[in-house]
């Protein structure tokens, strides 16, 4: 395996792991009144009220998601994220490498100032 092949590896890993969280997420600031609806309860000793529940966090979103639709739908749009993050992750990761190596000729080889630079640079260049 060559260094491009472990860094194209590694964007891919990451998205796997992070896609449950990433479902979880949406379904929290997509659909949370649809979430605890059923949590709602009525009163009518004083007229009809509702009383407050508070909305669900995301361990009670995560096990209403696997009760209800199984552990495979924690990994709903990991195609999709795959196309996208994969080839996003290896790109990062090849110029932070060069960055990297440029720099070792320049500062101190390996030190702390050689990453920070060289993950500065490229920070600066994908926000801008």
């Known amino acids: 395996i060559?260094?491009?092949?472990?860094?194209?590896?590694?964007?891919?890993?990451?998205?796997?792991?992070?896609?449950?969280?990433?479902?979880?997420?949406t379904r929290l600031q997509s659909s949370s009144v649809t979430l605890y609806v059923s949590e709602v309860q009525l009163s009518t000793v004083n007229g009809a009220s509702v009383a407050r529940v508070s909305p669900p966090g995301p361990l009670h979103c995560l096990k209403l998601i696997l009760e209800r639709e199984g552990?495979?739908?924690?990994?709903?749009?990991?195609g999709p994220n795959l196309v996208g993050v994969a080839p996003s992750r290896a790109i990062y990761f090849a110029a932070y490498?060069?960055?990297?190596?440029?720099?070792?000729?320049?500062?101190?080889?390996?030190s702390t100032q050689v990453h920070m630079v060289s993950a500065g640079m490229l920070t600066d260049n994908v926000c801008f």
């Open 2 to 25: 060559n260094k491009n092949d472990t860094i194209a590896c590694g964007g891919t890993v990451g998205a796997i792991l992070t896609c449950p969280l990433e479902v979880v997420k």
């Open 97 to 110: 490498s060069t960055a990297k190596e440029k720099l070792n000729g320049v500062l101190e080889p390996d």
């Open 71 to 78: 552990p495979r739908s924690l990994f709903r749009g990991l």
